[in-house]
């Protein structure tokens, strides 16, 4: 059974970072494009960044300049680099990855950002 396993969040300061990890069993996560998305309280879950199988990155608007997403590939892991976070990227953070027509989910990790 393929699973996800999000860490890394917390209770942070309007400007200060946190690293999120997205850690895989039972499926190499080099090999798929995964995805970074959030859900504030009462929002639609959103995505927030992705990287590809041969390593390209895309990410959202709101998180340009601020957020990197990068995997180690010998720790099977993605992580969410967050830098000068805003009280607005505060939410649940959940990594995803599509394979055989399944969506794959973590449980989640969530993010705060507050003074």
């Known amino acids: 059974q393929v699973q996800l396993v999000e860490s890394g969040g917390g209770l942070v300061q309007p400007g200060g970072s946190l690293r999120l990890s997205c850690a895989a069993s039972?499926?190499?996560?080099?090999?798929?494009?995964v995805h970074w998305y959030r859900q504030a309280p009462g929002k639609q879950r959103e995505l927030v960044a992705f990287?590809?199988?041969?390593?390209?990155?895309n990410y959202a608007d709101s998180v340009k300049g601020r957020f990197t997403i990068s995997r180690d590939n010998a720790k099977n892991t993605v992580y969410l680099q967050m830098n000068n976070l805003k009280s607005e990227d505060t939410a649940v953070y959940y990594c995803?990855?599509?394979?055989?027509?399944?969506?794959?989910w973590g449980q989640g990790t969530q993010v705060t950002v507050s003074s």
């Open positions: 995803n990855l599509f394979k055989s027509g399944i969506d794959y």
């Open positions: 039972k499926i190499i996560l080099s090999i798929y494009k």
């Open positions: 990287i590809t199988g041969i390593g390209s990155t």
